[in-house]
Every structure is written in structure tokens, then in C-alpha cells.
């Protein structure tokens, strides 16, 4: 059997960095070296102060602060790192394409391309290349006719080892995974020694009948599979609180009777703002695009029905505030209590914090965001980047504030848009006293104690709570 000393890790990004820094800390007797294109991540990842790492997730500055320099590392020198490797990780970024063919819908496809002939340039020796990113069915099978292209007599076993880590919990998800899933074409000797190859570096912390050994497509697909189920649950729970609102039921207690059904279970069913994240958007983007491509619209209306939903629960969630606020919001502040898509993450993409922002905006609000972990020009960037606002219309409006209290102080409204821990510790008699009355709350992820903000005197409304 292949054993593998070294590991090379296209792409320093959410999954790359942490994965590796788990692979490293679990099997210190493997070599592993994440490369990137981004010099200043590198950089950052390298940081002598270790807090410093280009990404916030509870417990991970431990493990890199343990295993960097004894047998993790990190460099821009790519071509030394895929030369000297027995096995390579593709970890870039897969967005949604923004141009030409399947703009809007079908994944980008450019970075993983431009990995695949640079390993086909370079490598002089037999190398298995693993597919971390999340990609289209059948990527492999490009991935392989570039590869064999290359002349260099050189052997490429392809794998599909897709990764499932949550953003805020990639720590826990990567040591006590549900599952690992690696596909592989099982059928070919040299196909299953690339299978077990991969087998045996998990093995080292997660117990064998967690490791699932499929095929390539299975593979691939499966990830896609997964997501899409997973925001639709949010989306279906989520359309439910639309009709909880106006029924005077509690989507909270509704979401509680019917995930104590066994058949249902009770997690990730919690109805927010809507979902955001680099991840569920994309792939199910991507997933309607493949189904449209093989000419099943059926398949792709069905799931580009849970994008629909989520797009509806961030803009009726921002019409709510504006009708509320006698259907106004011109020039009163609101303040935004979280920018994050979730809690614990210092990560924006495609938070709804940025969507509800837009639409106050537009009806030219002034905005004052509080997020503990999301840095200011972070904000500003994720605004700006939608190009629908003015950019000077941006700066007089929208304002990133030191502290929660700094945020709320003279506010007509607080929207509460990540579900950070900390904002049920805040003094909320103090955040009350200096606000315009009435004094409104929109929780639009049912994290904050209603009894206690009524009894203080705000008008509180949270996200799929009728009045009785
Ligand atoms: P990311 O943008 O954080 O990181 C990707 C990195 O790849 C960037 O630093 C970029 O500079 C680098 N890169 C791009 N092209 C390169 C090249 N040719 N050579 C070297 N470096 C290059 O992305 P991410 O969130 O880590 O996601 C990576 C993949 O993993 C995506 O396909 C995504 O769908 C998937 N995924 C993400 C998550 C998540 O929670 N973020 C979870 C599971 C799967
Ligand atoms: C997701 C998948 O969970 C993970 O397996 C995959 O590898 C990457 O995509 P992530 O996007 O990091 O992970 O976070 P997740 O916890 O899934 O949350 C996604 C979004 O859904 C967040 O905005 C979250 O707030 C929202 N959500 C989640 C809800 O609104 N309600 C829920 O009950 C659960």
C-alpha cells in the first residue's frame, strides 16, 4: 500500500487551512504544506502571533499553533509544494460564475482548472489528486483528460473527498466528523490504492465505519445532495414562519412538535432571517444549472424553489421593519446587531445581514452595524460590492460602530441579523434609555429574551411569532 509523507494543499481559504491544520495535528508523521496565491493570507496564516490567522474558528489557532513549523506550513510557492508531494489536495475556491455561460448559476470552474495544469506542468512523479472543493458531477473526469495530457509519463489517481465542516464548528465537524466520503474509481487497481491511501490518513482519528468509500460521481454529487437538503430545510421551516406570523402561532414551537418526530429530527430547523454563507446558494445554483443542462427542469425548479424562498425571507424581513416604522425609515438610524451569517465566524458571504442592509438603503436608511468578529472595511466591501447603492450614498449612510451600545445609541430600531451569544449579556436597560421610543426590536434570528426587552419596554417582533 501507497504510504503517504507528503501532503500539498491547493488553496489556504475556510476548508483548506482548517483541514490541514487537523490532518497535521492528527498524523504528525506526514508533511503538510497549504499553498496559495494570496500572499497576504500566507502571510497571515504564518503570523508569529497566532491569533493573528486569517480565519476566526473556535479552538483552531490551538491546533495551528501546534502543529505550524513541526509538520504544517504554509507558502506561495506552489510548484515546490506539488513537485515534492505523493498526495494533492485541490481546496480553491469554486464560485458562482459571474460571466458568459451559466452566469448566475453554474460553478466557476477557472481556479480549479488552472490547479489541475499546474500539477500537470510540474509534477515529475505519481501524484493523487483529491477534490476538496465542492464541484459539479463528472468534474473528475475533466479533472483526468487534463491531467493525462501531460506527457511526463506520470500517474494520476483522482479522488472526490468532499468536505462537510460547518463554518464556527470547523474544529469539532473535522475531529468527530459524521461521515468522511471518498470517492474513487474502485475498479482499477491503482484506483483503490488511491482509495485506501486516503482511507488510512482518516483512520488515523475517525473510526472505519465513519469512512464511507463510494464512487467518483456518488462522490461529488453527494456533497451538492447534501447541501440542498440542508437549506431546505431552513427554507421550508422558514416559510413556515410567514404563516405563523400572521396565524398566531410560534414557529419556535412548531419546529419543536414536529422535530420530535423521529422521521424528522430536530435540527436545522431553527427559522431565521434567511441562510447565508459561501455554500448553500452556490451549490444549489449549480445543482439547478446541472439538472437544467441534462434537460430535467422539473429537478431544477423544484430546488431553485429554496433559493426563492430565502430570497423572499431577507426582503420581507427588511419590508417588515420599514412598514412598521410607519413606512418610513428615511434618515432614522437602525442597528444592526450582527453582520456574520452565523455566529462564531468571522465570515460575510452571502450573509443576509448584507441584503437586509440593501433594501433599508435603498429606502435610505441610516445603518450602524455591530459585529464582534466582522472587521469594518469587511462591511463596507460587502456593501459596496453589490454596485445598487452610490458609494457616497454608502459613506453618509452606513456606519460601522466600536461597540453594540455605540450602535444602538439614538436608533429607532435594532435588527438582530447573526445570532452571537453575547447580545443576551448586553445591558439592554441602558441600550433602551438611549434610543428614540417607541423603541423597536426586529430579532430576526429569535435569539434575544423577549420577556425581559417587553418588560424593559422595547416593541418586540421576532421572526415567526404571531401576536396571539
Ligand atoms: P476560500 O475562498 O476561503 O479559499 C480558497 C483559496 O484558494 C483562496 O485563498 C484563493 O486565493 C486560493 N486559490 C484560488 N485559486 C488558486 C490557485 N490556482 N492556486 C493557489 N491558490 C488558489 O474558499 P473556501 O471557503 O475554503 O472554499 C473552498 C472550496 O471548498 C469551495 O469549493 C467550497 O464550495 C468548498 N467548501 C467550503 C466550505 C465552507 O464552509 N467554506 C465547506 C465545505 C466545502
Ligand atoms: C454549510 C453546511 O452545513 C456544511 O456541511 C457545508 O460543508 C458548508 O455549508 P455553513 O454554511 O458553514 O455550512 O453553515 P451552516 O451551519 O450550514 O449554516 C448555513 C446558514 O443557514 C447560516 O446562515 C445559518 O444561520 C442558517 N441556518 C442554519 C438557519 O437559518 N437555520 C438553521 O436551523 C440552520
Known amino acids: 500500500q501507497k504510504v503517504i509523507k507528503k501532503i500539498c494543499c491547493i488553496g489556504a481559504g475556510y476548508v483548506g487551512g482548517p483541514t490541514m491544520a487537523i490532518i497535521a495535528q492528527k498524523c504528525p508523521e506526514i508533511e503538510i ?16 502571533d497566532v491569533s493573528n490567522i486569517p480565519i476566526y474558528e473556535p479552538g483552531l489557532s490551538d491546533v495551528v499553533a501546534e502543529a505550524r513549523g513541526r509538520n504544517l506550513f504554509f507558502d506561495t510557492d506552489i510548484d515546490k509544494a506539488i513537485d515534492e508531494s505523493d498526495m494533492i489536495f485541490i481546496s480553491v475556491n469554486t464560485p458562482t460564475k459571474t460571466y458568459g455561460k451559466g452566469k448566475g448559476m453554474a460553478a466557476d470552474l477557472k481556479y480549479i482548472e488552472l490547479c489541475a495544469r499546474q500539477i500537470a506542468r510540474v509534477a515529475k512523479s505519481d501524484k493523487i489528486v483529491v477534490e476538496k472543493s465542492t464541484l459539479p458531477v463528472r468534474t473528475a473526469q475533466a479533472l483526468k483528460n487534463i491531467l493525462d495530457h501531460t506527457g511526463n509519463d ?8 468532499p468536505e462537510f465542516l460547518a463554518e464556527g464548528t ?25 482509495v485506501e491511501a486516503l482511507v488510512s ?30 437549506a431546505q430545510r431552513v ?28 422521521r424528522i429530527g430536530p435540527k436545522f430547523l431553527k427559522s431565521s432571517v434567511g441562510f447565508g454563507g459561501s455554500c448553500f446558494q452556490k451549490d444549489i445554483l449549480n445543482l439547478v444549472y446541472i439538472a437544467k443542462s441534462y434537460g430535467l427542469n422539473e429537478v431544477a425548479d423544484y430546488w431553485e424553489q429554496v433559493i426563492l424562498m430565502n430570497d423572499h425571507q431577507k426582503r420581507r424581513f427588511a419590508h417588515n421593519i420599514v412598514k412598521t416604522l410607519y413606512n418610513t425609515v428615511s434618515d432614522k438610524k437602525i442597528a444592526f446587531l450582527g453582520w456574520a451569517f452565523k455566529k462564531d465566524t468571522n465570515d460575510t458571504r452571502e450573509s443576509p445581514a448584507i441584503y437586509v442592509a440593501e433594501e433599508l438603503l435603498l429606502e435610505q436608511a441610516k445603518i450602524s452595524v455591530w459585529d464582534p468578529k466582522v472587521k469594518d472595511a469587511q462591511v463596507y466591501t460587502d456593501i459596496n460590492t453589490l454596485g445598487s447603492i452610490e458609494a457616497d450614498e454608502v459613506d453618509n449612510k452606513l456606519q460601522v460602530a466600536k461597540d453594540p451600545y455605540e450602535a444602538c445609541k439614538n436608533s429607532h430600531a435594532i435588527a438582530v441579523l447573526t445570532e452571537w451569544e453575547e447580545f443576551n449579556t448586553y445591558d439592554w436597560q441602558r441600550i433602551y434609555d438611549n434610543m428614540h421610543k ?18 424593559i419596554g422595547f416593541v418586540y417582533y421576532r421572526i415567526g411569532e404571531g401576536g396571539v
Not at 466528523?177 to 484506483?191: A, M
Open 201 to 230: 490518513i482518516y483512520a488515523n482519528w475517525v473510526p472505519k465505519d465513519k469512512i464511507l468509500t463510494t464512487n467518483l460521481w456518488s462522490s461529488e454529487l453527494s456533497k451538492l445532495t447534501a447541501n440542498a437538503f440542508l
Open 170 to 194: 470547523a474544529v469539532s465537524d473535522l475531529t468527530n466528523p459524521d461521515r468522511v466520503l471518498i470517492g474513487g474509481q474502485q475498479e482499477t487497481e491503482k484506483g483503490k490504492q488511491a
Open 235 to 262: 427554507s421550508s421551516i422558514n416559510a413556515m414562519s410567514e404563516l405563523c406570523e400572521i396565524t398566531g402561532a410560534n414557529v419556535d414551537e412548531v419546529a419543536k412538535a414536529i422535530g420530535m418526530d423521529s
Open 33 to 48: 504544506t497549504v499553498v496559495d496565491l494570496n500572499q497576504k493570507r500566507i502571510d497571515q496564516w504564518n503570523d508569529t
Open 154 to 161: 506520470v500517474n494520476f489517481e483522482i479522488l472526490s473527498n
Open 438 to 455: 417607541p423603541a423597536f426590536v426586529f430579532d430576526g434570528r429569535g435569539v434575544l429574551d423577549k420577556n425581559k426587552l417587553q418588560e
